[in-house]
């Protein structure tokens, strides 16, 4: 039923795109109501599905698309379905350029001239400031980080970064060595700060085997590398799987909920 829900939930995502582009203060984010919070100088829309486990908070976050797509409307049913299997509230945002969330500092990241927006500190010390709101907002003193493509790769990064900010995280298709792709030294990924990182936190790491994207090798590579730091990490391969919803798999989701049920 739920995979009927995704391709239908896919059909209108393809076709629905919000307004982007906008820049919204932090007053006018105040009266767009609860599915909006301002943080890191950008008014973020987000999708909610209530759990009944206190003090957890799951924040899903998407990779890079269509500048403009309505990715909430993607990811709304994975966050229902996450937050029904692990009885924990669990939040989808819409990052700056997508869906109802403004542009006030960043684009979208396929926005025309931004290259590897996903590897810029700033960018992603933003992010750390939108997971410390929604934390503080939902009194949560335990976060899970599901990151797809690019936002694997950022919240991976953050963990070093921010240590103890998040307590697990799930990557699924993402990249942890940016200076494999890019000769800009500017850039930052999780390898550049893997010694900060907090041997608590709890890592899944999520390839297919037919992610063209990602390949395999990506995952693996950096699995070794966790493993010699001494960090608790964990592999998941997803047999025959592509790019494309590779955190929604059902191997990604039983790892989830396995990992939240300890």
Same mark, same amino acid.
């Given at each position: 039923?739920?995979?009927?829900?995704?391709? @239908?939930?896919?059909?209108?995502?393809?076709?629905?795109?919000?307004?982007?582009?906008?820049?919204?203060?932090?007053?006018?984010?105040?009266?767009?109501?609860?599915?909006?919070?301002?943080?890191?100088?950008?008014?973020?829309?987000?999708?909610?599905?209530?759990?009944?486990?206190?003090?957890?908070?799951?924040?899903?976050?998407?990779?890079?698309?269509?500048?403009?797509?309505?990715?909430?409307?993607?990811?709304?049913?994975?966050?229902?379905?996450?937050?029904?299997?692990?009885?924990?509230?669990?939040?989808?945002?819409?990052?700056?350029?997508?869906?109802?969330?403004?542009?006030?500092?960043?684009?979208?990241?396929?926005?025309?001239?931004?290259?590897?927006?996903?590897?810029?500190?700033?960018?992603?010390?933003?992010?750390?400031?939108?997971?410390?709101?929604?934390?503080?907002?939902?009194?949560? @003193?335990?976060?899970?980080?599901?990151?797809?493509?690019?936002?694997?790769?950022?919240?991976? @990064?953050?963990?070093?970064?921010?240590?103890?900010?998040?307590?697990?995280?799930?990557?699924?298709?993402?990249?942890?060595?940016?200076?494999?792709?890019?000769?800009?030294?500017?850039?930052?990924?999780?390898?550049?700060?893997?010694?900060?990182?907090?041997?608590? @936190?709890?890592?899944?790491?999520?390839?297919?085997?037919?992610?063209?994207?990602?390949?395999?090798?990506?995952?693996?590579?950096?699995?070794?590398?966790?493993?010699?730091?001494?960090?608790?990490?964990?592999?998941?391969?997803?047999?025959?799987?592509?790019?494309?919803?590779?955190?929604?798999?059902?191997?990604?989701?039983?790892?989830?909920?396995?990992?939240?049920?300890?």
């Amino acid at each position: 039923m739920f995979k009927k829900i995704m391709i @239908t939930m896919s059909v209108l995502f393809l076709i629905s795109t919000a307004l982007y582009g906008a820049k919204i203060s932090q007053s006018e984010c105040a009266t767009k109501g609860e599915k909006y919070i301002f943080a890191g100088g950008e008014c973020i829309e987000f999708f909610k599905a209530n759990g009944d486990r206190k003090n957890s908070l799951n924040i899903i976050v998407h990779g890079t698309w269509k500048e403009g797509t309505n990715t909430l409307a993607r990811y709304a049913p994975f966050a229902e379905n996450i937050a029904l299997q692990t009885d924990i509230t669990t939040i989808a945002i819409a990052l700056p350029g997508y869906a109802g969330s403004s542009t006030n500092n960043f684009q979208a990241l396929s926005h025309d001239g931004v290259e590897n927006l996903a590897a810029n500190k700033a960018y992603i010390d933003f992010l750390g400031e939108l997971v410390s709101a929604l934390k503080n907002r939902y009194k949560a @003193t335990t976060v899970t980080y599901i990151g797809h493509s690019a936002g694997a790769m950022m919240g991976a @990064t953050l963990t070093g970064l921010k240590p103890n900010l998040i307590d697990n995280i799930v990557c699924a298709g993402g990249r942890y060595d940016i200076h494999e792709v890019s000769q800009n030294n500017a850039l930052i990924s999780v390898v550049d700060v893997l010694d900060n990182v907090s041997k608590d @936190t709890h890592f899944i790491l999520v390839y297919g085997t037919k992610d063209e994207v990602s390949e395999p090798k990506i995952t693996k590579a950096f699995y070794e590398m966790a493993l010699k730091k001494g960090l608790d990490v964990k592999l998941v391969e997803v047999p025959d799987a592509p790019h494309l919803d590779l955190d929604m798999s059902d191997e990604s989701v039983d790892a989830i909920v396995e990992l939240l049920d300890n």
